[in-house]
Nanobody, 128 residues
Framework: QVQLVESGGGLVQAGGSLRLSCAAS????????MGWFRQAPGKDREFVAA????????YYRNSVKGRFTISRDNAKNTVYLQMDSLKPEDTAVYYC?????????????????????WGQGTQVTVSS
């Protein structure tokens, strides 16, 4: 069993930065493929970024490329999402998720049903 706890959300002005953290327990993040998703009010949950466990490939949705960076600290068993140049449309609840198998992750990283474990979410609000 894997437990995930997100932190780091908050209120920030457009153009600002936040760093989200996802602390894992029950298994080391170096053996997990991890993803960040977000859900805005009235919208479906959408993929944001992901990192594979094996060769540390990273993946991003087009709208956050060049602004967001996903990374992993194995010593702290934590995955991060550094968010820069934030925009009001980035406002959402952000969720961390873990895929314990990573099977063909290169083709499944954006599919939420592929992830077995989820955190409780952290709110990010970007004001204009």
């Amino acid at each position: 069993q894997v437990q995930l706890v997100e932190s780091g959300g908050g209120l920030v002005q457009a153009g600002g930065s936040l760093r989200l953290s996802c602390a894992a327990s029950g298994r080391t993040v170096s053996t997990l493929s991890m993803g960040w998703f977000r859900q805005a009010p009235g919208k479906d949950r959408e993929f944001v970024a992901a990192i594979a466990w094996s060769i540390t490939n990273t993946y991003y949705r087009n709208s956050v490329k060049g602004r967001f960076t996903i990374s992993r600290d194995n010593a702290k068993n934590t995955v991060y999402l550094q968010m820069d140049s934030l925009k009001p449309e980035d406002t959402a609840v952000y969720y961390c998720a873990a895929d314990p198998t990573g099977w063909q992750f290169f083709s499944t990283f954006a599919v939420s049903s592929n992830y077995d474990y989820w955190g409780q979410g952290t709110q990010v609000t970007v004001s204009s």
